[in-house]
């Protein structure tokens, strides 16, 4: 039990994890999202064909993973747009309405009846996020994208849990970034139409914290595969109750990891921490509200361990 609370809470580490690499990053978000889903398309072959794992795929459940695969390449790059236009502890508080986003669209999706608690949570979330854009407007854009960013994670989370039980979550892993990287590689033509300057190769820069191969491997490898490795090892042996109160602690590392390093801390009005105590008090009931009955699975499932 000690080893698998300890497997998550690394694996919710490494997710928060992203966005301080998407700042040291220095490629624009699209350029970076296609490096991103190659790169962790190519290791997650590797790893199914080393472990002999490969399993086959229905066409119709096969659609849904091309849709899923296409909404997570949007997802990723709305999230580095906010880093970029902003900064990750913004992205993250964003982000992190995505649960409230799930809870809203889930019964429209799967023609369930709607709570009048969700609503509120919701219109508390959507507080929070107007109370930092009204102290941050400097970073408007960047809030504008994050919360694209979480609406485009809610939606693939739903499309996600209908499928989600059927295979693997390696098997779902590659086939959602390999058809991402096959959309986003479609539509990067158009960054180099509206930003002729965009720069295509990763920088490799004069110190080694400057190279941009290093921290796309390590965003790849340790916060995409070996993050959701972890995370399938730790839900064998933890409660949901477990599983989902850790990976909600996820914006919060982030942003701890975001202050250590960057200091962004002193880039943020007080606006900024009163509307991340609206959200982060939205996501909490939200999570209380569901965790009263018995749940199977958890958040993580339905993740499938990919920020």
């Known amino acids: 039990m000690k080893n698998a609370l300890i497997s998550l809470h690394l694996a919710v580490l490494l997710w928060g994890f992203t966005g301080v690499l998407g700042r ?8 970076l999202v296609w490096y991103r889903m190659l790169l962790t398309a190519l290791f997650m072959a590797g790893i199914l064909t080393w472990r002999k794992q490969w399993v086959p795929v229905a066409r119709s459940d096969m659609r849904q993973l091309v ?3 296409c909404l997570m390449g949007l997802h990723w790059v709305a999230f580095y747009g906010a880093i970029k236009f902003a900064n990750a502890s913004i992205a993250l508080v964003c982000l992190s309405t995505a649960s409230v986003f799930t809870s809203l669209l889930d019964p429209l999706v ?10 509120l949570l919701g219109l508390l979330a959507l507080g929070g996020v107007y109370f930092i854009y009204q102290f941050q407007q400097v970073y408007g854009l960047g809030i504008i994208f994050g919360v694209i960013a ?3 994670s809610s939606v693939f989370t739903v499309l996600n849990k209908s499928v989600a039980h059927k295979y693997p979550a390696r098997t779902m892993v590659f086939y959602e970034m390999t058809t991402g990287w096959v959309f986003i590689s479609l539509l990067l033509p158009l960054q180099f139409v509206y930003k002729p300057g965009t720069a295509f190769l990763p920088a490799l820069g004069t110190h080694w914290w400057q190279n941009d191969w290093l921290w796309l491997v390590i965003l790849s490898l340790c916060c995409t595969v ?3 490795s972890l995370a399938i090892t730790a839900l ?24 250590l390093f960057y ?11 009163i509307g991340m105590g609206l959200i ?23 993740k499938g361990g990919i920020d």
């Open 236 to 259: 064998k042996k933890l409660s949901s109750f477990t599983v989902t109160l850790s990976v909600n602690l996820e914006p919060v590392y982030g942003m701890l990891l975001a202050f």
């Open 110 to 119: 799967n023609k369930g009846k709607y709570d009048y608690r969700e609503v």
């Open 280 to 302: 982060l008090l939205s996501v909490i009931l939200q999570m209380a509200r569901l965790l009263r009955p018995k749940l199977s699975g958890g958040f993580v499932e339905e």
């Open 150 to 152: 979480a609406i485009l």
């Open 263 to 273: 200091q962004e801390n002193h880039e943020l009005a007080s606006g900024f921490f």
């Open 67 to 69: 849709a899923v695969g």
């Open 24 to 31: 040291a990053i220095t490629l624009d978000a699209p350029v």
């Open 226 to 228: 070996w993050a959701q």
